[in-house]
């Protein structure tokens, strides 16, 4: 009887039709263990300033020569009702450019294009420099209920950074671009040089006029307190002398 049941019982179940186990521990996937939606990197406005963290960035030209080369910190100022700043990560930053005869650019972008610097390099002559800058940062929101902003400027038709061909200009001091009304660059420190670079190496170093400045003002200061002194001695030293002669001869 058993035997015939079971065999009554395929015949009438149609094709395809499965009998599900009534397992008490069967439980469906919970959030956890479904796949996310991938995270959209944004920079995180911050308070107070800091010092960025520097990186170093190198491009190559089509035959795998080293063109361009970059060791900078870089530091996005936002003027919001007030002032926030963001900080450069060189360990999310993605190289990318061109380099030509003439001309080569530099870009250096974050994840997501959540924030971009890119520097345009012109060879006149002998010179190499900077003729443009244009930046972008898409941070988070300042507020709970902000709206997503961009900050986005340019520095066009400059010199900037000017130096001679198979040198690297280099600048411990910073340097700040005002981009646009809401966006400042800061650079600091900044060493770069393009078009001629001898084994991926930096040239000769050529010193910015405030790093100059900072280093010679001091000594010409100092020589010239020594200076006046001297003479103030001196001119002691003279006028003693001439009234020890006139009590002499009376």
Same mark, same amino acid.
């Given at each position: 009887m058993v035997l015939g049941s079971l065999l009554l019982l395929a015949v009438l179940l149609p094709a395809g039709v499965h009998l599900k186990r009534n397992d008490a521990s069967f439980q469906?996937?919970?959030? /956890?263990?479904? @796949? !996310?939606?991938?995270?959209?990197?944004?920079?995180?406005?911050?308070?107070?300033?800091?010092?960025?963290?520097?990186?170093?960035?190198?491009?190559?030209?089509?035959?795998?020569?080293?063109c361009i080369k970059a060791t900078v910190g870089v530091e996005y100022i936002i003027t919001?009702?007030?002032?926030?700043?963001? /900080?450069?990560? @060189? !360990?999310?930053?993605?190289?990318?450019?061109r380099c030509d005869d003439g001309e080569a650019v530099l870009s250096l972008t974050l994840p997501d294009n959540a924030a971009s610097l890119l520097l345009y390099f012109k060879k006149e002559k002998s010179l190499f420099y900077v003729t443009k800058m244009m930046a972008h940062v898409s941070p988070l929101p300042v507020c709970k209920g902000c709206p997503n902003k961009t900050y986005q400027g340019l520095v066009d038709h400059e010199k900037l950074f000017k130096t001679a061909d198979g040198r690297s200009f280099k600048c411990k001091s910073e340097n700040l671009l005002l981009m646009s009304s809401q966006l400042q660059i800061k650079l600091v420190p900044v060493q770069m040089q393009a078009f001629t670079l001898s084994r991926g190496q930096y040239g000769k170093e050529i010193e910015c006029w405030a790093d100059f400045?900072?280093?010679?003002?001091?000594?010409?200061?100092?020589?010239?307190?020594?200076?006046?002194?001297?003479?103030?001695?001196?001119?002691?030293?003279f006028i003693k002398d001439r009234r020890r002669q006139g009590y002499d001869s009376l």
């Open positions: 469906p996937p919970s959030d /956890s263990e479904r @796949p !996310s939606e991938a995270q959209i990197y944004r920079p995180v406005l911050q308070h107070s300033e800091s010092i960025p963290p520097i990186g170093t960035y190198m491009l190559k030209n089509k035959l795998g020569k080293p919001e009702k007030k002032m926030w700043y963001f /900080s450069l990560d @060189p !360990s999310r930053v993605v190289t990318s450019g400045n900072k280093r010679v003002i001091p000594i010409i200061i100092g020589a010239t307190v020594v200076g006046l002194i001297l003479i103030a001695g001196l001119t002691y030293l």
